[in-house]
């Protein structure tokens, strides 16, 4: 006869093991445009024991809050349909206020931290996430049980291989260019500033160095079609590399 708690014993671990995550059954609401940010820090969250929904616009995220509560609210700075600051302050004085706002920002933290702190952000954290350890601080930081949580993990994560994040990498370049593509005969300097911000998170994320340099030049006249060339040439080696994977 078979023994229901044998059987039952790896499930039983499994959940002990979620348990033990230090930010086990946190929800999160992610507003964020970058699919490739969105995925490090989905991946990050997925080994904290969280979970996490993710809008790509303000407008998005107020469809989301408008049925949905999470814990920790995780904002850009910087979305294709307005200032994510304005969010932030949204949500601090509404009726009903979030407090777990975190501020996200791939520009230097100096730069914006203090309008972000004024806006209501209980927490700021500077893109690229530099660990899972940095993740995990900053969550914790503005979740008011955070003391009867386990400590950060000490491991660290290595994300740049995972194939999601390659995927959404190429899926951002792509975007991109697209907004480009159309900016540029325009002569659009708002979007093609955006598609600079943008690609230069992106690239500072990854470690492209070379990418996030051609969108800080993107502010000057010619940056915009050197940006352009630069993610064609990003997309059309992305396309080998994957080739040479599958075939």
């Known amino acids: 006869m078979s ?8 499930g ?5 093991g979620l348990r033990r995550q230090c930010l086990f059954a946190v929800t999160i609401l992610l ?18 024991g969280a979970r996490v929904r993710r809008a790509d616009s ?3 995220a107020s469809r989301h809050l408008a049925i949905y509560r999470p814990n920790v609210v995780m904002v850009d700075l910087g979305l294709p349909d307005g200032d994510g600051l304005a969010l932030v302050r949204h949500l601090a004085s509404a009726a009903t206020p979030i407090s777990a706002i975190v501020a996200l920002s791939g520009h230097e933290r100096g730069a914006w931290q203090a309008a972000a702190t004024l806006a209501g952000a209980a927490a700021c954290l500077e893109k690229p996430i530099p ?25 660290d994560v290595a994300l740049v291989p995972r194939a999601s ?10 975007r991109s260019r697209a907004l480009l593509a159309e900016a540029l005969p325009a002569g659009d300097a708002e979007t093609i500033a955006y ?29 915009g079609p050197l940006l352009a060339a630069a993610l064609t040439a ?10 040479a994977t599958t075939g």
């Open 12 to 16: 039983l671990r499994a959940s002990a």
């Open 31 to 48: 507003v964020e445009d970058s699919r490739s940010a969105s995925e490090a820090i989905r991946l990050f969250a997925a080994e904290s």
């Open 234 to 243: 990003r997309i059309e080696a992305h396309g080998v590399a994957r080739a």
């Open 3 to 10: 023994d229901p708690l044998a059987e039952a014993e790896p």
């Open 195 to 223: 598609c600079a911000q943008f690609v230069g998170s992106v690239g500072e994320m990854l470690g492209d160095r070379d990418l996030a340099a051609a969108a800080r030049r993107a502010a000057h006249p010619t940056g």
């Open 165 to 174: 994040l390659r995927t959404a990498f190429e899926e951002d370049l792509r």
């Open 131 to 155: 660990s899972l350890r940095a993740f995990q601080e900053c969550v914790l930081s503005v979740l008011p049980d955070s003391d009867t949580r386990r400590a950060p993990d000490e491991r």
């Open 58 to 60: 303000l407008h998005a």
